[in-house]
């Protein structure tokens, strides 16, 4: 049994199991399925296709901190955040103008906090140092290839890695929400194209000063904006975060629609950008 800890290469051993649990990817979802089996005295791999949890991921950047109370105690004190959301605004636009619903609360940026927005590479890899904390084995830049079955059960994982197998009676696939894991599995069929949207955003580098006074924030305060009616005829919504010295800006849109527009999604995240309410 390999001693917890970060590996360089998965460790394996014939047909026997090597793990309790397998669990792909190193994203929120992985992370904290791993730190709960690790707690629960189980032997875990946590295998991320990534040179390092968070790598590959983005999204939007704010978390909300609810569901971290329980997987990681008093989260706050040592999660690596950008700026607490103090204020939070729901923003109506047309073409020329946008009507703007404002809510802010200095109790937002106190213990236990609401949210914060965090960059995912720093996010991740924290959540992951929890597992391994926890006694999970954290093996990067290993892709999960396919499933090894016997019997009619899913005993284990093949990897991108010669001698890769790892084996254990539990896979969790949480390797993202079009997991080709649960799909080879049965468990996840084919998908609605209508049900789906596509994310852009862009991260524009602002001193710290100009965000707080552009954004009316100080210190370690932030401004979490979302956007209805951003996105033209294509279904979708807008957001606008502010991290330390960075703002965020991005759509989500909805697929078919945007297919079906004669727009590329980073025509319409320009649109936002030079709308009257968003450009100053
Ligand atoms: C544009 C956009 C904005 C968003 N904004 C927000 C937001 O502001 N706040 C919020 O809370 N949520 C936001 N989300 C949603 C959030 O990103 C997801 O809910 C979250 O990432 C899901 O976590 P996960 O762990 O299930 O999957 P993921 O974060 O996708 O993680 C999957 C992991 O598995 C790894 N992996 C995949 N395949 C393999 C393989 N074969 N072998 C090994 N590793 C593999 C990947 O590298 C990745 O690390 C946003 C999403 C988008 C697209």
């Known amino acids: 049994m390999w001693e917890p800890s970060v590996a360089d290469t ?9 793990f309790d649990a397998i669990v792909v990817g190193a994203g929120p979802a992985g992370s904290a399925a791993a730190i709960e089996l690790a707690r629960s005295g189980r032997s875990v791999v946590l295998v991320e296709r990534g040179p390092f949890p968070g790598s590959k991921n983005m999204y939007g950047g704010v978390v909300y901190g609810r569901i ?14 950008q700026r607490w959301v103090t204020r939070r605004q729901t923003m109506m636009m047309t073409g020329e103008q946008a009507l703007t ?13 609401n949210g914060a927005t965090a960059y995912r590479p720093d996010f991740d890899s924290w959540l992951a140092d929890k597992a391994v904390q926890a006694g999970a084995t954290l093996v990067c830049s290993t892709t999960v290839t396919g499933l090894i079955r016997s019997g009619g059960r899913v005993v284990g994982v093949r ?14 696939a949480a390797d993202g929400v079009n997991s080709f894991l649960a799909k080879e599995a049965g468990l996840y069929g084919e998908v609605d194209p209508a049900n789906y949207t596509v994310g852009v955003k862009e991260t524009i580098a602002l001193p710290r000063h100009v965000i707080d006074e552009r954004f009316a924030v100080r210190g370690d305060h932030g401004v979490d904006i979302e956007i209805i009616g951003a996105t033209g005829d294509v279904p979708g919504g807008g957001f606008i975060y502010t991290n330390t010295d960075t703002v965020s800006i ?16 980073e025509e319409l995240l320009a649109r936002l950008k030079a709308h009257p309410a968003v450009r100053p």
């Open 159 to 172: 990897t991108d890695r010669p001698d890769g197998d790892l084996r254990a009676p539990v896979v969790v």
């Open 250 to 265: 991005g759509l989500v849109l909805s697929m078919p629609a945007l297919a079906r527009s004669d727009k590329r999604p």
């Open 101 to 113: 619903v404002d809510y802010r609360t200095e109790a937002w940026g106190r213990p236990p906090f």
């Open 10 to 18: 998965p460790p394996t051993s014939g047909n026997s199991p090597d």
């Open 68 to 81: 971290l109370d329980t997987l990681v105690p008093r989260w706050w004190t040592e999660a690596p955040i």
